[in-house]
């Protein structure tokens, strides 16, 4: 399954493409927070299906109004993927 393509401006700069969510990769000399990457890794997890792998294996919530699964796992892998050390 592929992701991403890459597209090749005129001067031979290589361009990412999106493919899941609604963003696009800009260079800049402003500042910006530290974590901005995140949001690519957490494109991938998005493209890998990791979302409706979790909610298909773990125990669904026990009312009809709970959360799903992935609603926490995801902010967990983010959060550890971002530097947390601890909940």
């Not at 001067?11 to 949001?39: C, D, S």
């Not at 298909?56 to 109004?65: E, M, V, Y």
Request: no cysteine; aromatic share 6%.
């Amino acid at each position: 399954m592929e992701l991403t393509t890459t597209t090749y401006h005129q001067r031979g700069e290589a361009m990412m493409t999106q493919t899941v969510l609604p963003f696009k990769l800009e260079v800049t000399n402003e500042t910006i927070t530290a974590h901005a990457g995140l949001v690519v890794f957490g494109e991938f997890v998005h493209g890998l299906g990791l979302n409706a792998l979790v909610n298909r294996n773990l125990p669904k919530p026990g009312s009809g109004a709970g959360y799903a699964p992935s609603a926490f796992i995801e902010p967990l892998i983010l959060m550890l993927h971002g530097g947390g050390r601890s909940l």
